[in-house]
């Protein structure tokens, strides 16, 4: 099945918004993202063919994009754009092999989560009512997550 990369990723974008349904966010960024790896692969070949593509371009490609100064988090949807766009294309029989299967993305920097004052948590136990169930229901929910370190779901 001989097919451009161009008429391909209108046929992706097409079944992303007709077919998924993803919100026109994730369809803008994935159509900028995708536009851009097809500036880069039509530097190499006028009209590259999906076939054409291999592993090598698809890691340069993603290179360029760190040495922008790209973060993390982008440079992990630009890899999502590109696996899905592959992974698309190996499913409808445009490639024979995904070239984006064995691409790995950048760590992600996990942030230490925020922590309340003293003083902060004071306020917060001295906030529900003592005089109603629901304020004494409060009081108790807020002194267990307090004391026990729990998250809200396994409170729940």
């Known amino acids: ?17 007709e077919v998924r ?6 369809l803008r960024a994935y159509e900028r993202d995708l536009m851009g790896l097809l500036e880069t692969l039509h530097e190499e070949a006028e009209q590259p063919r999906p076939q054409e593509v291999r592993t090598v371009r698809l890691r340069l490609h993603l290179g360029v ?9 982008t440079m992990a949807r630009h890899l999502s754009s590109i696996r899905s766009f592959f992974r698309w294309m190996e499913q409808r029989g445009f490639i024979d092999a995904n070239p984006a299967a064995g691409l790995r993305g950048p760590r992600r920097h996990r942030r230490l989560p925020r922590y309340l004052e003293e003083a902060e948590v004071e306020t917060l136990l001295s906030t ?5 169930p629901e304020g004494l229901r409060d009081q108790s929910i807020l002194e267990v997550l307090y004391s026990t370190g729990c998250r809200v779901s396994e409170l729940v």
């Open 1 to 17: 099945m001989a097919t451009s990369l161009d008429s391909a990723l209108i046929e992706f974008l097409r079944h992303l918004r």
């Open 21 to 26: 349904q993803v919100s026109p966010h994730t």
């Open 65 to 73: 994009l760190s040495d922008r100064g790209l973060g993390p988090t």
């Open 128 to 132: 529900p009512r003592h005089d109603d």
